[in-house]
Structure formats: structure tokens, C-alpha cells
């Protein structure tokens, strides 16, 4: 068994392009790529980024997205979307330094709108 390659069950809904600006996501080619370069990303890791960029700019609960992802029941217990969540969030600040994508709404779930960070790095001064 290939645990590497997507089965059917996993495609990501809907064949369309989805453009986040710098940001493309191709489901059905299970591709992702920031300025035409490919991001590295598992297969939970773009079934989530695409259910987050199909619900754009609106919050989406953990159990919407759980549902959408790993297809079971959600468990309040479950933290799986969180965990999946902080690896997209790495990845996508690596390939896209100074850009926020994925905005935390505590008590709710999360909400995808591409925007500049606001935390603005500046060098150490001299005392």
C-alpha cells in the first residue's frame, strides 16, 4: 500500500483553480505553488487548505473542517485540525515571509484570508 499517493477518496472537492494572489492551488492536480514554484505539502494538508480557500474570508469551524478533511465524526477532544493547521501555517509563512493566511478566531475555528502580517521584524539597536 502507497501511503504517499492520493487515493480517490482523498481528491479534494472541485477540479477549479483557486487564486489567492502569490498563492495557487490546483486540487486536481493536487498542487499548490507560490509565484509558480510548488509548495511541498501532504495531502491533509491540501485538503485543508482547500477547504478553507473554497470558505474564504468566512470562519470555519473545527468540525465543518474535520468533516471536510478526515471524513469522520469530530470528537471535542480531537486535535488533529489544529495540529494540521500549525504545519500549513509554517509552511506558508516560509514560502511566503510577511503574509498571514490562516487567522485563528478562538472559540469558533478558523478563517482563511490572505493578508501582510502584522508584526514587523526590526534590528536589534545598539544601547
Known sequence: MDHGKPREAD???????????????????YAVTVDGERLALTVRELQLLVALARRRDRIVTR????AAVWRKPYRP????VDVYVRKLRR????ALPGWEFI????????????SHSQVFHTPATRG
Do not use: Q
Open 11 to 29: 481528491h479534494p472537492e472541485g477540479s477549479d483553480v483557486i487564486d489567492l494572489g502569490r498563492l495557487e492551488i490546483r486540487p486536481d492536480e
Open 77 to 80: 477532544d480531537e486535535r488533529s
Open 91 to 94: 509552511k506558508l509563512a516560509f
Open 103 to 114: 487567522h485563528t478566531h478562538f472559540g469558533f475555528g478558523y478563517r482563511l484570508s490572505p
Open 63 to 66: 468540525e465543518e473542517l474535520y
